[in-house]
T-cell receptor
Framework: GQQVMQIPQYQHVQEGEDFTTYCNSSTTLSNIQWYKQRPGGHPVFLIQLVKSGEVKKQKRLTFQFGEAKKNSSLHITATQTTDVGTYFCAGDNDYKLSFGAGTTVTVRA | SQTIHQWPATLVQPVGSPLSLECTVEGTSNPNLYWYRQAAGRGLQLLFYSVGIGQISSEVPQNLSASRPQDRQFILSSKKLLLSDSGFYLC????????????????FGEGSRLTVL
């Protein structure tokens, strides 16, 4: 069945630095969604990408959907302490939304 | 506006005891409803989904069951809990779906943290 893999599993970032988390699927996706879960909280929707090669920005966050629609990335610039949490990608194929294991981000002030 | 409520927030249960987690959605009609489980440091595993009253589909064989007695009510149950049932259970809903395909935003409840001892 479909699997969505995320790397890295953990990301320790110095405040002010940039980082990228990656999401890869074993099959072509119809769309991909990204969620953020703060420590102790529940996942909150960030964005959905549908088109091949699509790029969307939300302030310091840049989301990209690969040309083959099998991978995606989230790039955060000038990391802040408010960026702490776990970022999940979720791929939709064959009528199932499969979540990756997430990238847990910690920030050093 | 739509809201989702999930309870209890925290639960500590002995092995072999029953379980009932409840989820209700307000401000919308005929949502698709989902139960996910999140083990520590892991992703979200889909357990059950429902596209309508009385309709339940199971994704993972286990000793859990789900029911949808009303349009906006989703219940997760177990007759006898196992140690492996410990985890963070999340109820979620969406209006934008085709079958199980979620074509829009998925809204999560605040979760129920279950510890089985």
């Amino acid at each position: 069945g479909q699997q969505v893999m995320q790397i890295p599993q953990y990301q320790h970032v110095q405040e002010g630095e940039d980082f990228t988390t990656y999401c890869n699927s074993s099959t072509t996706l119809s769309n991909i969604q990204w969620y953020k879960q703060r420590p102790g909280g529940h996942p909150v929707f960030l964005i959905q990408l549908v088109k091949s090669g699509e790029v969307k920005k939300q302030k310091r966050l840049t989301f990209q959907f690969g040309e083959a629609k099998k991978n995606s990335s989230l790039h955060i610039t000038a990391t802040q302490t408010t960026d702490v949490g776990t970022y999940f990608c979720a791929g939709d194929n064959d009528y199932k939304l499969s979540f990756g294991a997430g990238t847990t981000v910690t920030v050093r002030a | 506006s739509q809201t989702i409520h999930q309870w209890p927030a925290t639960l500590v249960q002995p092995v072999g005891s029953p379980l009932s987690l409840e989820c209700t959605v307000e401000g919308t009609s005929n949502p698709n409803l989902y139960w996910y489980r999140q083990a520590a440091g892991r992703g979200l595993q889909l357990l059950f989904y429902s596209v309508g009253i009385g309709q339940i589909s199971s994704e993972v064989p286990q000793n859990l069951s789900a029911s949808r007695p009303q349009d906006r009510q989703f219940i997760l149950s177990s007759k006898k809990l196992l140690l492996s049932d410990s985890g963070f259970y999340l109820c979620a809903w969406t209006l934008e779906a085709f079958g199980l395909a979620i074509t829009g935003e998925l809204f999560f409840g605040e979760g129920s943290r279950l510890t089985v001892l």
